[in-house]
């Protein structure tokens, strides 16, 4: 069974920072894609930064120059490292993956989502 699980979500103060982190496990064979994903009460689900394994990286326009994507697909581990935080960023995160797993199918997984407030 594949997952992907994250954490480190939380309450913070306008202007402050966190980090979130993904970890994936089970029969994967291959990391394709790793990101993460934002919802807010009453609002679609949004893509806030996605990277590939074969180089690339997505921001939305909303977090460009605040929030950094990372990881390791070999390692099955990836971050958000978010700064500057503003109350608009207030959401659940979750974190995404597409993923080629050992009997060779390709499909995307989500995490639970961890909660980030931030109070102005």
Excluded: H
């Amino acid at each position: 069974q594949v997952q992907v699980v994250e954490s480190g979500g939380g309450l913070v103060q306008a202007e402050g920072s966190l980090r979130l982190s993904c970890a994936a496990s089970g029969s994967i064979l291959r990391i394709n894609a790793m990101g993460w994903y934002r919802q807010a009460p009453g609002k679609q689900r949004e893509l806030v930064a996605r990277m590939f394994a074969g180089g690339g990286i997505n921001y939305a326009d909303s977090v460009k120059g605040r929030f950094t994507i990372s990881g390791d697909p070999v390692r099955r581990t990836w971050y958000l490292r978010m700064n500057s935080l503003k109350p608009s960023d207030t959401a659940v995160y979750l974190c995404n993956a597409i993923m080629t797993t050992r009997v060779g199918e390709t499909a995307e997984y989500w995490g639970q989502g961890t909660q980030v407030t931030v109070s102005s």
